[in-house]
């Protein structure tokens, strides 16, 4: 039970008024802290009112899902490609010089 005894410590060290471990556990995040979580760098979540039109160009969740769609472009042609050459011979060259 160390650890608890060190955790409570830091927790007396913020004051009286800090909230109980078990308050802070019961917290729910906000549509507002989720928010912050998705921009670009931590040091705009200060400034969220003010870049929240670059979400869809510069935030991680934007690119992550961008490069999601294209890989799966990638491989659904990928597919195609294999499906209507599956009948020519083995030895075919799937790369051209």
């Known amino acids: 039970m160390q650890e608890n005894s060190i955790v409570e410590a830091m927790l007396r060290g913020y004051g009286k008024k800090f909230p109980s471990l078990e308050t802070l556990f019961k917290q729910k995040a906000t549509k507002e802290d989720i928010k912050k979580l ?3 760098t ?3 979540s200060r400034y969220l009112k003010h870049v929240e039109f ?3 160009v510069t935030s991680d969740m934007e690119y992550a899902k961008l490069r999601f769609r294209v890989m799966a472009k ?3 042609a990928l597919c195609d490609f294999v499906g209507k050459n599956q009948n020519k011979t083995s030895d ?3 790369c051209v010089n």
């Open 74 to 76: 990638y491989f659904i």
């Open 42 to 44: 931590l040091e705009l």
């Open 54 to 56: 670059l979400w869809g």
């Open 92 to 94: 075919m060259q799937f």
């Open 38 to 40: 998705l921009v670009p």
